[in-house]
């Protein structure tokens, strides 16, 4: 079997959270096929993967698609995949996946049956990034007052989440927190807002649900410890991102300085990145996205690795049904996975009727796909609406 041609997917842009997929169809010579993602749609970075897949297409067409980790190799090894980089390793990453959805179509099985077997027939997860609402479906638009947020956490308690996750730098006007003032101290207004919000959320979620609080990297080591300390009477069972990923020193005073444990990971590519943070002790959950990591082969290796440090693997999932199939495949698989994101946008009507299969946790958690390969694919409307490059 040989790759016979590559085609590269831009899906119709979701102005509701600004977004445009990019995913990759690899094709082979004996029919069968495989999908990727290109895990950098926030922002519409996924664009700047197009021109990259279409090298990188042409550097596998003809090799043997179950060759995965031989052609991995090859891409992360090319001349500017050195030194990591976000576009260029969601490229691989796409390329990556969708090899292994040929390799499990091509053995009938579902690619966690290959990558080891299932450690867990079910999934947990967290309904993630609740200050733009539950299941309401215009991200960019959410309001910011307190009454919106109680409503999306009371709806996903109602659905029986038992792990939440929110951003708290969003004011009660619905306007950001300012860069410099996250960078630099944050103002007693948004210390007094954070501590009303984390206040209410307490009074809903109290024994029913767990919190993980969300940075964004907003902050850095000073205003990251403030906000820590406003935060910790409310038992944050994560503090997500809460500096720079590049910003080791960050992280370190950060971890001195707060009982809460410490995450980051879904803007770190492959296990080069996350091997700093391992070796300084800083991080007690790692978070790769594997539409931007590596793929599954690589994200394999960071779960294996982490291991080694007796630290927690829970992926980072924020783009389309098939970014959720590709990472319930790999949680299944590693024996230190700890809980799946949800991601707010991936209830979204639009978005769920993109793909073939809709993916959504029960009293929250996901049964773990049983169809050969990854478990999901767009729609044929769905390709018919996109725009589609063919490299062969």
């Not at 979701?14 to 999908?35: A, F, K, M, S």
């Not at 004011?171 to 919000?197: A, C, I, M, P, W």
């Not at 209830?347 to 809709?358: A, C, I, K, S, V």
């Amino acid at each position: 079997m040989k790759i016979s041609s590559v085609d590269i997917i831009k899906f119709k842009e979701h102005p509701e959270h600004g977004q445009t997929p990019v995913l990759v169809r690899i094709n082979t010579d004996e029919g069968i096929y495989g999908y990727g993602e290109a895990g950098v749609s926030i922002g519409n970075y996924s664009l700047g993967s197009i021109e990259i897949l279409k090298g990188f297409a042409k550097m596998i067409l003809g090799k043997d698609p179950l060759a995965n980790d031989v052609i991995y190799e090859k891409l992360s090894n090319a001349f500017w995949s050195k030194g990591n980089g976000g576009v260029i390793f969601a490229a691989i990453s796409a390329i990556d996946a969708a090899l292994w959805d040929i390799k499990g179509k091509y053995f009938n099985k579902p690619v966690y049956e290959l990558l080891g077997g299932a450690h867990r027939t079910k999934i947990r997860a967290y309904a993630s990034q609740l200050q733009n609402g539950w299941k309401y479906e215009n991200f960019l638009g959410a309001p910011g007052d307190l009454e919106f947020l109680k409503d999306a956490v009371q709806s996903a308690v109602d659905e029986g989440y038992d792990a939440i996750k929110i951003d708290f730098f969003k004011h009660f006007d619905g306007s950001r927190l300012d860069f410099y003032e996250g960078r630099n101290h944050l103002s007693l207004r948004t210390l007094k807002e954070v501590d009303q919000k984390l206040d209410a959320v307490k009074q809903i979620i109290d024994g029913k649900a767990e919190l993980i609080l969300e940075n964004h990297c907003i902050t850095t080591a000073h205003t990251a410890i403030q906000f820590a300390k406003v935060a910790e009477p409310y038992d944050p069972i994560l503090l997500e991102e809460p500096a720079d990923p590049l910003d080791i020193h960050d992280y370190e005073r950060i971890k001195e300085a707060t009982n809460i444990p410490l995450a980051t990971g879904e803007r770190t590519y492959t296990r080069r990145g996350f091997l700093p943070f391992l070796e300084r002790n800083v991080l007690d959950v790692l978070q790769p996205d594997l539409g931007n990591c590596g793929g599954i082969t690589e994200g394999r290796k960071i779960a294996d690795l982490a291991e080694l440090y007796g630290i927690s693997i829970q992926t980072h999932t924020c783009n389309t049904s098939l970014s959720v199939a590709i990472a319930l495949q790999l949680e299944a698989a590693i024996p230190n996975f700890i809980i799946h994101e949800h991601h707010t946008s991936n209830t979204f009507r639009h978005d769920r009727e993109e793909f073939l299969y809709d993916y959504q946790p029960v009293n929250g958690y996901f049964d773990l796909p049983t169809l050969p390969g990854l478990g999901n694919e767009p729609t044929e409307k769905t390709l018919a609406e996109s725009t589609i490059i063919t490299v062969k």
